[in-house]
């Protein structure tokens, strides 16, 4: 059983049309994820797989919602003796830990504020997450390194008053430094009564990923994870009683996106992922021993998976495959259905969102197109006055109703921001900052941020199509495609390529590279210039960073 129908007075619609004209949610007074939905799927079915938690050994361990029940409680008391309480903010860093989704659950029990955070911060990042968000206690997986920029940041941090550290035997090996949370929590009681909240009060705090200045922070009420069922269920195609796999860590937002909140509503387990460095041979295997029914992945993932031979892996358990965060080549889409059979349904949103576009499945898709808009979401394609564009015509990605009937979903503030706010929300609407097109059938067709679109000789050249094209090579495993300052065109494009092994970086393959975009596209749009490197700069998320790969170019122009 899903609990799908607590919340949605129509689960099952005919098309598209349908979906978008009849879809409604309602939202409960004093929602609260972790009660309304973990607990309650802990006492009607407490023996519903919730979670299949994968380590870097490859050993798995599955738990129930009776379990994350009881857990969690446990884990809240041990939060309260803590003085964790209404409104406290609890930082987590924890990979993809069981203890993840426990914590989660926990502060939300309680009305405290959860704010995930990725491992891989630097001391500098720490404390500016704390010292913004008045940060109180911070729960982090045992790591070396993660452990050492605690250290260095820790005194800095001025609102900070303890450190849980989640592993093995962590009192005896550290002392008192930490807060051992497994010894503590297995010591806590697991009896636990309601807190009351209101859907209004701050759930859970993103900080951006800082792909333009410093990260902002990003505020969702209780009502959030309602807006994930759209994702879950009418994007990702999750199954009652199946399995789905996200690849994302905890820190990340497309957690919020694929791992807990729609999933578990539509009544779905959820792999976690919990081996460290991404290797795609293993996770073939992986998908292979826990036969996921729905899998999501960033491109990046799918670029690397294309690379291997895929019929090394079983995919045959997988009905439905999607993929967001980046606009999806349509040579990436191309070689996975070859290989697998499945096809790779693209959505769109932000940290501040759910899904707001996507390829939904009842319409043929058309690659490159990011797909048709969430029925949570009146989608509009406007100018920089505001004014609706024409089908054809590129302009900003803006939510008309995010004022006068804000989706839930939808994020409701940048946190002490007020710059932010006054740029992203005019007019009653929300401008994502980010860019599109609308073709003659209502699809969107993704640009790039505002920041992205390259502008030569007169042209407005988005990035996207420039990569698309040279992801048909196949020398190519990874590109980013900017703009450079040019003293006749303003601006031209640039290229910067990871080649795939087996591949060396030489003038003839600049050559035939550039070549083989005025073949594939229009021939303005090829890259005048290409920098071959080993790596790209991307963000935690795994989004690139090409307003770094800007900054590094023009700093060579100044010292040259």
């Known amino acids: 059983m899903n609990l799908l129908s607590k919340f949605l007075p129509r689960v099952e619609f005919d098309s ?16 609260n994820f972790a009660y309304d939905v973990v607990d309650e799927y802990a006492r009607l079915c407490p023996e519903k797989q919730a979670l ?3 380590d870097e050994n490859e050993k798995i361990t599955r738990y129930t919602f009776a379990d994350i029940k009881r857990l969690s409680d446990k884990s809240a008391n041990l939060l309260r003796s803590y003085g964790i309480g209404k409104g406290d903010a609890v930082m987590m860093m924890m990979k993809e830990r069981p203890e993840a989704w426990i914590l989660i659950c926990a502060t939300l029990k309680l009305g405290a504020v959860i704010i995930p955070a990725t491992y891989q911060l630097t001391p500098k990042d720490i404390v500016y997450r704390c010292e913004a968000a008045n940060v109180k206690m911070i729960c982090m997986a045992e790591d070396d390194e993660v452990i050492r920029h605690m250290r260095d940041s820790r005194e800095k941090c001025t609102t900070l008053d303890k450190v849980c550290l989640v592993g093995d035997n962590i009192s005896e090996r550290y002392g008192d430094e930490f807060v051992d949370w497994r010894r503590e929590v297995d010591a806590a009681d697991d009896s636990l009564e309601r807190v009351a909240n209101e859907n209004t009060d701050t759930m859970l705090i993103y900080f951006s990923s800082g792909t ?4 902002k922070m990003i505020a969702h009420n209780f009502t959030y994870p309602l807006g994930h069922i759209t994702t879950a269920k009418y994007w990702h195609h999750v199954e009652d009683d199946g399995v789905h796999f996200t690849m994302a860590d905890s820190g990340w937002a497309k957690f919020a996106w694929g791992k807990i909140f729609g999933q578990w509503i539509g009544g779905t387990a959820i792999v976690a992922f919990d081996t460290g460095r991404f290797n795609p041979e293993m996770l ?8 996921p029914t729905t899998f999501c992945a960033p491109p990046t993932i799918y670029r690397f998976l294309i690379k291997e031979d895929l019929s090394k892996g079983d995919f045959t358990s997988i009905h439905h495959c999607t993929t967001a965060g980046e606009p999806l080549n349509p040579e990436v889409f191309d070689r996975f259905k070859e290989a697998t059979g499945l096809e790779i349904h693209e959505g769109f949103g932000q940290t501040e969102s759910s899904v707001i576009m996507a390829n939904f499945g009842w319409d043929k898709i058309k690659l490159g197109s990011t797909g048709l808009p969430s029925p949570l979401y009146d989608i509009d394609i406007v100018d920089d006055e505001g004014n609706s564009c024409e089908d054809g015509v590129v302009g900003r990605i803006v939510v008309r109703n995010a004022v006068a009937d804000r989706p839930v979903g939808l994020f409701f503030e940048y946190r002490n921001d007020e710059a932010a706010m006054q740029k992203a929300w005019y007019d009653g609407m929300y401008d994502t900052g980010d860019m599109a097109w609308r073709d003659s059938d209502g699809y969107l067709w ?3 941020r505002s920041d992205d679109v390259i502008k030569c000789s007169g042209y407005r050249i988005g990035p996207f199509e420039v990569e698309s094209a040279l992801m048909t090579h196949p020398s190519v495993l990874e590109c980013a495609v900017t703009a450079v300052p040019d003293p006749v065109r303003g601006q031209v494009v640039k ?7 087996g591949f060396e970086a030489s003038d003839e393959l600049k050559k035939e590279l550039q070549n083989h975009v005025k073949k594939v596209t229009a021939p303005y749009k090829y890259p005048r210039v290409v920098e071959f490197v080993k ?15 800007r900054k590094s170019d023009a700093e060579k122009a100044k010292a040259e």
């Open 446 to 448: 993704f640009e790039g």
């Open 52 to 54: 299949i938690h994968i």
């Open 212 to 215: 333009t200045g410093m990260p």
């Open 495 to 501: 290229a910067t390529i990871v080649l795939a092994r």
């Open 535 to 549: 790596e790209l700069p991307k963000t935690t998320s795994g989004k690139i960073k090409r307003t770094d790969i």
């Open 16 to 31: 598209y049309e349908d979906f978008k004209k009849n879809y409604r949610v309602e939202v409960p007074e004093g929602f």
């Open 284 to 291: 073939m295997r992986v998908i292979g021993e826990v036969r």
